[in-house]
């Protein structure tokens, strides 16, 4: 683990992992005054998400007999420490919190892209420094109130997964905990503090990682050990690859843009952008950062943020071949919150043809209109496994909802909150999306079958027994990919960061015999 820019994806490990070392514990570090358990649930980090009083996460009382201070502190970790707070008092989503926070504070430029990194990077990192925590309190982190945990947790992210100076970890995180908590709490941050910058990354590592190499490159990645295994499986014949994609999980990825089909081109995107064309889509460009909101083109409609795996998807969609002419009728099953549905619907305006969206929560297809506003698409709010949609379509998209493991570089706090028992109700769902689009597309017709996870029983266990049972006709989705190396040998295809520099987004295509 380098100490070098991790950025803000620098992490990702349960903090199970780090707890049976063998070692001797140290000394329990004093918080000053009775402790509060959090009460974490059981399938998170310790010390996660809680909802209720302080006992459970909420806010920490200030020392007996002292009137509580005002807020004090370094505003841009104030920022990061709250957005914490938010992912583990409300269960609120990082991404969300943060743009809110940054604008309402008045904070931009250099000091933002800190803010992002720190709160970003400790949500990806609470298992790993969950483990480090306990070695310094010399306690499980259950233990310890929810809103110190809050500040550890930052301060022990910028000593092992930045560049920033352990001077200036410590003392900012001391301010923020004296100014909230008092004196003898802040004493209390600081020896954890102190502890754990007595070791380097690597150390920490070496003292707290399961044996076993995938627990062991979980730990170092910051990856739910069940997480690291389904990477391994979906690599299958090329398992030792597991250390460079955990590694580029880890990392800060680029933000994509979408040049809308018609509009504008991706290279004239890139030159009004600043940014670089993309290496697999035709329409995709790169940004190393900044808030993509603020671009002419975005604010315009000419553009949006896409992930490029996500266009892949949707463009295999439109050039998976036929039997029979296409008759314009496209299908986006599982639509919100309307990226691809627009692509689709730009692509489909060329040829006069029209895209029905289905999502089924009002909030989610309120998106979708908002995205493909001015484009041939209607948005149906109801069940995509009964949507009562007149059958016929020529294509359809059936982007079905996943553990997501394939994005968790983008959604900071997501893997901590999956666990394995996700897996079987979202297969049964995904199998019941599938059957639905089969009965919807006419004979001839297509239909793509996408998750945004590379976990094997939500990608080819479910295309290979929805084959078997149907007769589909599975198309080589790699024909559908021009271009694009290194995919797999068929006939499915799997993204990859660490290969595509996209999401692991997983696609098959199937036809319907005549």
Not at 11 to 28: F, I, L, M, W, Y
Not at 372 to 401: F, I, M, N, Q
Not at 428 to 436: K, V
Request: with cysteine; charged share 25%.
């Amino acid at each position: 683990m380098s100490r070098g820019d991790r950025s803000a994806g620098a992490g990702r490990a349960g903090s199970a992992q780090g707890s049976g070392s063998g070692r001797s514990k140290p000394e329990r570090a004093s918080e000053g005054g009775a402790r509060k358990k959090t009460g974490a649930p059981k399938n998170r980090p310790a010390g996660g998400s809680a909802k209720g009083g302080a006992a459970k996460g909420g806010a920490a009382q200030p020392d007996r007999g002292k009137a509580r201070k005002p807020e004090v502190g370094d505003p841009v970790r104030l920022v990061a420490r709250d957005v914490l707070r938010a992912v583990r008092e409300r269960d609120a989503y990082a991404n969300l919190v943060l743009p809110g926070l940054l604008r309402e504070r008045n904070i931009s430029g250099r000091d933002a892209a800190l803010a992002t990194e720190l709160a970003y990077g400790a949500c990806r990192s609470l298992g790993l420094l969950d483990a480090v925590i306990a070695a310094g309190a010399g306690r499980p982190v259950a233990e310890v109130d929810g809103p110190l945990l809050d500040v550890l947790r930052l301060g022990v992210y910028q000593l092992l997964r930045t560049r920033i100076g352990a001077h200036a970890a410590v003392d900012t995180s001391v301010a923020l905990a004296r100014g909230e908590f008092g004196q003898s709490k802040a004493g209390f941050v600081n020896a954890v503090l102190r502890r754990a910058g007595e070791k380097t990354p690597e150390q920490w590592v070496e003292e707290l990682a399961p044996q076993d190499p995938v627990g062991r490159l979980a730990f170092e990645f910051a990856h739910p050990v069940w997480i690291a295994q389904a990477f391994a499986d979906a690599l299958g014949v090329r398992a030792a690859e597991l250390r460079d994609a955990l590694e580029a999980d880890d990392a800060r990825p680029l933000v994509h843009l979408v040049a809308r089909p018609g509009e504008i081109s991706a290279e004239e995107l890139a030159l009004v952008t600043g940014g670089t064309e993309g290496k697999w889509s035709p329409y995709a460009v790169y940004l190393d950062g900044g808030d993509p909101g603020k671009l002419e083109p975005v604010r315009d409609g000419l553009a949006s943020v896409q992930d490029e795996g996500s266009q892949l998807v949707a463009l295999s969609l439109t050039r998976a071949p036929l039997e029979g002419p296409d008759g314009g009728r496209w299908l986006d099953l599982c639509a919100g919150p309307g990226g691809k549905a627009a692509l689709l619907g730009a692509l489909a305006a060329i040829d006069q043809f029209h895209v029905d969206a289905v999502e089924p929560a009002e909030h989610r297809a309120e998106l979708v209109r908002k995205s493909t506003k001015g484009l041939p698409v209607e948005v149906h709010v109801v069940d995509g496994r009964d949507s009562g949609l007149t059958p016929g379509y020529d294509r359809v998209l059936v982007d079905a909802p996943c553990t997501g493991l394939g994005a968790l570089r983008r959604r900071p706090e997501a893997r901590w909150r999956r666990t394995p028992s996700d897996v079987r109700e979202l297969v049964l769902l995904q199998r019941e999306l599938l059957a639905a689009a089969w009965e919807l597309v006419r004979p001839g017709g297509v239909v793509v079958y996408s998750t945004c996870s590379p976990h094997l029983p939500e990608t080819v266990s479910v295309v290979g027994d929805f084959v078997r049972r149907s007769g589909a006709e599975q198309l080589d989705t790699r024909d559908l990919l021009p271009g694009v190396t290194d995919i797999g040998d068929g006939p499915g295809a799997q993204l990859w960061p660490h290969r595509h520099g996209t999401d692991a987004m997983f696609l098959a295509a199937l036809r319907k015999p005549l």
